[in-house]
């Protein structure tokens, strides 16, 4: 374990020397808006530590970052808390994640404070998280602001029952095109699903009473196992269904799609729907998808991004929403209209600088971690 983790670091220093522009957003912003200090470096220390105690923290991010993009733009407004944000709508509730962004802050707090947006501490972490997830190395583009209204009416995600059609419509809104779809959803090449969002296709496919005939029938066997009908306890199973590749970010999800064996229905889908079934091939048999997801990965998180000082989307900060304790927010100022915050902001964290530095010193020590010395 300590020559992989040796190896990953060699690989992140050569890989992370690349300071390049694309559009608002640019590689290395916080190179010249933090004195210097090495901000992605600080945020990487805090997800390879995690990262050796627990790998599932990959798939955590890849799907945070998703979840977060796709409402709202990439502005971390998953994160913030309230009794009607994001976060507390039915299609977040599974999200995991917060308190690795929460920890990477404070260890950023302590060295830039007020600078560093969470919304940029989320796309870091995922690259990284891919990255020593076996998938390939891209540079992460920063200079993100955090968005100051988060809405669980405004979560309108797609749904596993979604057909390729529906998917298309819903990445485009994004400004996402179908290859970027079926790359990004290569994320499932990691992490789970529960079973309750199987139930359908296992034994009532679209109400005909039986399977979805597109599942491999010997697989589907396994799965009616694990996933028994109106079960107490909602089990998981792996979106990956190559058992050496579950936690791998790799091509393997490709592969099984190709032999019936995708989990979720739009997963399948996406082999059989001759929209995408030609790039689904191609991914799984070709040697591209690394690179590829990773480019794919820079264009979700440029979605409707917030940078420089422009006025976070003017129209939607009429005072609606309670972030907190049910007030109306943001709160009218004295000619009644609403205060806008511009700078950098996002949730507070419960950690403070000193006490998750100090998690991290203890966690890289024990690895023996190269990063320490
Ligand atoms: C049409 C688009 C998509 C749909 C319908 C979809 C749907 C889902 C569903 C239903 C789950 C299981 C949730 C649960 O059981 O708790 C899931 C998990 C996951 N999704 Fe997606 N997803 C989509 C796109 C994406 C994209 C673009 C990414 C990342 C780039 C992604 C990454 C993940 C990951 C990593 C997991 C596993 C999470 C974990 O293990 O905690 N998904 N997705």
Request: proline residues 5%.
């Amino acid at each position: 374990m300590k020559g992989r983790a040796a190896l990953t670091v060699l690989g992140f220093i050569l890989l992370s020397f690349t300071s390049l522009c694309y559009g608002d957003l640019q590689v290395g912003f916080y190179k010249k808006n933090c004195g210097f200090k090495e901000v992605e470096l600080m945020v990487r220390k805090v997800i390879t530590a995690q990262f050796y105690n627990d790998s599932t923290i990959v798939a955590a991010l890849l799907r945070l970052h998703f979840h977060d993009c796709f409402v709202r733009g990439c502005d971390a407004s998953i994160l913030l808390d309230g009794n009607s944000t994001e976060k507390n709508a039915p299609p977040n509730f599974s999200v995991r994640g917060f308190d690795l962004i929460d920890q990477a802050k404070a260890v950023v707090e302590g060295a830039c404070p007020g600078l560093v947006s969470c919304a940029d501490i989320i796309a870091i972490a995922a690259r990284d998280a891919v990255y020593l997830a076996g998938g390939g190395w891209y540079n992460v583009e920063t200079g993100r602001r955090d968005g100051l209204v988060s809405l669980a009416s405004e979560v309108d995600l797609p749904a596993p029952s979604f057909s390729v059609s529906q998917a298309i419509a819903a990445f485009g809104r994004k400004g996402l095109d179908t290859t970027d779809m079926v790359l990004l959803l290569g994320g499932h090449t990691v992490g789970v699903t529960h079973c309750s969002l199987l139930q359908d296709r296992l034994y009532n496919f679209q109400n005909t009473g039986k399977p979805d005939p597109t599942m491999d029938t010997f697989l589907a066997s396994i799965w009616r196992f694990k996933c028994p009908q109106n079960a107490a306890k909602d089990n998981t199973v792996n979106l990956d269904q190559n058992p050496k590749s579950t936690d791998v970010v790799d091509k393997s999800y490709y592969k099984q799609l190709m032999i019936n064996r995708g989990i979720l229905q739009i997963d399948q889908e996406l082999a059989l729907d001759p929209q995408t079934n030609a790039t689904v091939m191609s991914l799984a048999t070709g040697c591209k998808f690394s690179a590829q997801f990773g480019q794919a990965m820079v264009k979700m998180g440029a979605i409707e991004v917030l940078t420089g000082t422009q006025d976070p989307k003017p129209k939607e900060v009429e005072p609606k929403v309670d972030l907190e304790s049910g007030q109306a927010w943001p709160p009218p100022t004295a000619n009644g209209e609403p205060e806008i915050k511009i700078g950098w902001s996002c949730n507070h964290s419960s950690f403070t600088a000193t006490t998750a530095l100090k998690d991290l010193k203890l966690k890289l020590h024990h690895l023996g971690h190269p990063l320490i010395k």
